[in-house]
Structures are given as structure tokens and as C-alpha cells.
């Protein structure tokens, strides 16, 4: 956590790279800011619908929420919703009262673990490949949703003229332009026609029974137990794992510092959601959360710093005082947009994470050292053996098929760890073996001792982890 002594010297710093960053990039900093709506949309839209969330709080609060993180940290970090907790609700149809409950028991245990230090220490002795295998399988968990629900369904012609895989193959075809210019506002391209075409829709616009007002809610006890035994259970490893650890070690990845401002920590991250969703659900606002695939996703549409999200945010709060009088325009244009345009963005956004695996053995935050000697440089990287490299794949491949297979982060975390640990083991057993056969002493230790004892031959200090 940052102390109160170095505050304001990091807003400051934060507030001069927004401005520069968004100086030198408007439109790319515009463009990324909604990378992530591809996510947001749908789910929101839904929660609306069902009454389970009020539409004005909603953007109002996630819109406070978004410039704050902006103005706080300075990376294009999302505000995005706790993705199983908007599944349960939508499915069962959840009360204002039972979604703000959801939010408030998985808010309030995330603020726990990172006020307690128990999610630092979680971070620090989690194993990098495992956590490289949340993010690159919460990056195909977006594919195989865009995939599935998104764009499987459409046709060459249909459902109608302004939805359908035409409109697929013209957004892939733009993506690929963004690779030669880079700077080229994609997400503003695709989601200006998106709305465009929701506009002309042929479908009929009908009035939404949304919330318009922004209550004050008193959950009952009834509403906390069904909230937290059937959605709030189901969330928090996915916003302890992705929203908080891997998300501050993708911010890591993608925005190094310098030149951008130090990532936020896994405990500033969960003190983050904890506050937003402490405040935001008692007003039925809908439960939220950062999370790496956002991030990835407005990174990967050009957002470099707070600026992006800051916008995003005023453009929520805008939103969000027109919905307090009519929402009903607002649902429908925002549910109308083509899926064929937003499965594309959630598609990139998806990919972007998952990219992130290829750094598993080369510029890992775990093979990163301190040289005694040359003081931090930056690039000096721990070297791995052939055996090493092969068991940090596997177990980053074994935690991203688990999470895939059961649809569940915990799982694919926990059975990560037994693959990560039993490997070890294995090992260990083998060198004792070597070492009952008489081999000499340098053939049985190990990779890691001989790189252990080059680290001190040079006079390096240590490695981070």
C-alpha cells in the first residue's frame, strides 16, 4: 500500500503521464478505452432487464469508479462485472436485494484478505506458471465465449442485414490494419457503426422494465445466504485470481515501470474492488470488478495510461444521469449493438491475454535478479535448464486445461499447484535416486543449484519472485 507520505508525489506523477499520454495519443487513448464494452455490454444489458440491477447506479457508480482508478493508478484498468455472480443473477432472476447481497459478501471478504496481507502472501508464493495459466486460460475462456455465443450463432446473411458474419469478416479484416497502423481508433471505428446499425435495426425497440431510480437497499438475511451460497461462492476465487493477482501481474507485464507509473499491487487491487462494491451495491448498483482480460483488451486497442478510462468514465456518468429520467432509449440502443462486432473485440481481447503465456520462461517476474554487483538493469534474467522449462509449460498447460475443462479458476489453480509441487517432488525423488546409484554430486543436485551457485560465484544477490 502506498503511505500517505508518498501520495500525492505518485498522483502527481500519475496525473503527468495521463496528460502527456493522452496528449501525444488522443484517439489511440479514445479507442482503448472501450475495449473492454464487449464484456460489459451484454452482461449489464441483461442484469437491466431482469431488474436486477438499477441502470442510473450502475453507470453512475462504475462511471466514479472508473475515473478514480484512472486518477489513482494511471493504467487503463477496467471496472467490469463480477462475471459469475451477473450469470447467477440473470439466470435465476436475482432481486435488487439479492445482487447487492452477492456483491457486498465477495466485496467484503476481498477487503479482508488484502487488509490482512493473507492475498500478498497468496501472490508471492503462488508459482508464476500457474499464475500465467489463469490468465492464458481466462484468455481463451473469452475466445470460446465470443465463439460460442456470440458469433456461432450468426449466419452469411443473417439474422439480418446488419448483423451477421459479413460484418465478422469486415471487423477481423480492420484488426489485421491496426497491426500496420497502429494507431488506427479500432474499438471507436467498431463501436460507432455498432451503433449506428443498432439505430437502424429493424428489430422492434421495446420499453424496458428497468429500475430508473436509484434505491437504497436493505438486504435481508435470507437474501445474504441465498446470494452468498449460490453466486458470491462461486465469484470470489475468480476476483481474488483474475481481477486481483493476475490482473496486478499483467499490469506488471504489459505497463513495466518506467516509463509508466509502478503497477498497482495485489493488495491496492483488492482494496479497489472491496471499496467500490462497499458502496456501489447498496444502491443497486451492479457488482464489479477489475480483471486482467479487460485490461488486456484496452491495452490491446491502444489505451496506455489512466486518461482512456477516465473518459470512459465521464461517458458513464453522462449516461447515467440521462437514464435517471430515460433508460429505455438506452438499453435498447446499447442491446442492439451487433454481436458480430462485439464477439470480434472480445475475440482480440481474449487472444491479447493470452499472449502473456509466451513469457512464462523467458521474462518471467520470477526470473527476473538483482545483480550486487551492476545494481537492477532490467534485463538481467535467470537462465533455465532444458528440464525446468519443460516442467514450467506443463504446469502452466495442465493449469490451463483444468480451468477450460471445469469452466472454473479455482480448479485449475488448485490442480496447478498439486502439478507444480508433485513435479518438484518427482524430481527430488529422481536426484536421490541418481544419488543412491553413486553418480557424482553435480549430476543429481539439479539445474536450480547450479544456477543458485553461478548467482553467488558473480556476487548476484537474489532472485525475485
Known sequence: ???????????????????????????????????????????????VITRSISLPATLLFTGAANILTGVAFGIPLPVQPMKAIAAVAVARKFTLEETAAAGVV??????????????????????????????????????????????APLSWTGPWWGDNLLWTVAAVVLLLFTFAYPRLPYTL?????????????????TSTPAVIDIPILHP???????ATTTASLGQLPLTLLNSVIAAAALASDL??????PAAPTVTELGVSVAAINLVACWF???????????????????????????????????????????PGPIVSVLSGIPSSLLGVLILAAGVELAKVGESVNTNARDLRVLDRANSWDGKRLK??????????????????????????????????????????????????????????FWRFVGHRHEESARLLEHGEDQVIA
Open 220 to 226: 435481508s438475511g435470507q437474501d445474504f445466504w441465498k
Open 189 to 205: 471505428i467498431i463501436f460507432s457503426i455498432g451503433i449506428l446499425l443498432s439505430v437502424l435495426s429493424p428489430t422492434s425497440k
Open 255 to 260: 505497463l513495466p515501470s518506467p516509463p509508466y
Open 1 to 47: 500500500m502506498v503511505s500517505i507520505r508518498n501520495l500525492f508525489p505518485r498522483l502527481r506523477k500519475v496525473h503527468r503521464h495521463n496528460v502527456e499520454t493522452f496528449t501525444s495519443a488522443p484517439l489511440a487513448e479514445l479507442s482503448g478505452s472501450l475495449g473492454d464494452l464487449g464484456t460489459l455490454l451484454p452482461l449489464m444489458t441483461a442484469l
Open 106 to 151: 465477495v466485496a467484503s471478504l476481498a477487503g479482508i484478505l488484502s487488509i490482512t496481507g493473507l492475498i500478498n502472501y497468496a501472490n508471492r508464493v503462488a508459482p508464476i506458471p500457474v499464475v500465467k495459466g489463469i490468465q492464458v486460460g481466462a484468455g481463451l475462456s473469452l475466445c470460446l465465449s465470443a465463439g460460442t455465443k456470440m458469433l
Open 383 to 440: 537462465e533455465l535448464g532444458e528440464t525446468e522449462r519443460k516442467e514450467r509449460f506443463m504446469v502452466m498447460l495442465v493449469t490451463v486445461a483444468t480451468l477450460l475443462a471445469f469452466r472454473n479458476d479455482a480448479v485449475g489453480f488448485i490442480v496447478g499447484l498439486v502439478w507444480h509441487f508433485g513435479s518438484k517432488a518427482a524430481r527430488r525423488v529422481e536426484e536421490w535416486r541418481e544419488y543412491r546409484e553413486g553418480r557424482p
Open 284 to 326: 443497486g448498483g451492479m457488482p464489479t470488478c477489475h480483471g486482467s482480460g479487460g485490461l488486456a483488451g484496452q491495452y490491446r486497442f491502444g489505451a496506455r495510461s489512466g486518461a482512456s478510462i477516465i473518459f470512459l468514465g465521464a461517458l458513464k456518468f453522462i449516461l447515467g444521469i440521462i437514464a435517471f429520467f430515460e
